[in-house]
């Protein structure tokens, strides 16, 4: 399995970026997809997961209503819409695959497959 996520970039706060994550190798729907974030100095942060199957989401309190995951099962793709950005968004931004889906999804323990990252800053 391999990920390969894109869209970082430079925003204002305030502003919007969608990220893609394609999925390759195997069947999408066999996998929960995740979005993780790490800041300079910080633990690795969930942010958002869907089930590739069934296209259930969760998410951690602090990005509801500001993040939304969705896919797309045809390109095996999943993305990550992030509106209202801040400061504190600031951060290099993984996509992840799980297949086992039995555990925790909210865990970077529980996911096989990482992309490579890509960075996310937000502007003041």
């Known amino acids: 399995v391999q990920l390969q996520a894109s869209g970082g970039g430079l925003v204002q706060a305030g502003g919007s970026l969608r990220l893609s994550c394609a999925l390759s190798g195997r069947t999408f729907s066999s996998y929960r997809l995740a979005w993780f974030r790490q800041a300079p100095g910080k633990e690795r942060e969930f942010v958002a997961a869907i089930s590739g199957s069934d296209g259930m989401t969760y998410y951690p309190d602090p990005v509801k209503g500001h993040f939304i995951i969705s896919r797309d099962t045809a390109k095996n793709t999943v993305f990550l819409q992030m509106t209202s950005l801040k400061p504190e968004d600031t951060a290099v931004y993984y996509c992840?695959?799980?297949?086992?889906?039995?555990?925790?999804?909210?865990?970077?323990?529980?996911?096989?497959?990482w992309g490579q990252g890509t960075q996310v800053t937000v502007s003041s």
């Open positions: 992840a695959a799980d297949g086992r889906k039995i555990y925790s999804v909210y865990r970077p323990s529980t996911y096989d497959y």
